[in-house]
């Protein structure tokens, strides 16, 4: 799938702006089948074999997936969410796609990512991003599930930051244990696809 043309750009913005979520779903889903899902023998970042390997930021990457995503993420945010969040690398697309879509609807929502490791100088902090108000709502976004070590790990960060962390959102959820993982947490978890 070839990147639009700019004058194919606006076109696009305006068919994803009128999009159902249903529509979304399901052009988010044929991204993932065309770009993103392959078989053979994997070894997931969560130590887990698998025969097959969905690499999100292939569509998280790409012009028209980052904006479907951006979209769809956006409509599920719950209300009051003041910023997204999540663990580098998986999640930084994501965060700038739901931010920049939030600018386009007229409702700012900053966007923050959270190292896997303190930074080595400076400030040394694990969030990069604005500043947020102490207890501000943050919901943190994930491209691909398995068993949800991640999207927690970026939670439990923010948490300790003195935000208010209640919701993941993610593009896909490969039903392998990450919404329990995230229930024992005190986390509510939705994902576009399955």
Known sequence: MNAPTYQGANQLLAQVATASNDQLQAQLLTLFCQLAYQQGDFILSSGKHSSCYINGKQV???PVGALVAGRLLFSMLP??????AGLT???DPLVSSVSVISALENHSIPGSIVRKEPKGHGTQAYIEGPSLEPSSLVVVLEDVVTTG???LKAANRLRDAGYQVTHVL???DREQGGSELYRQNGLEFRAALT
């Open 60 to 62: 998280t990457l790409h």
């Open 79 to 84: 209300d009051g969410t003041q910023a997204v």
């Open 89 to 91: 690398l998986g999640a």
């Open 149 to 151: 070590t991640s999207a």
């Open 170 to 172: 993610a593009l896909v």
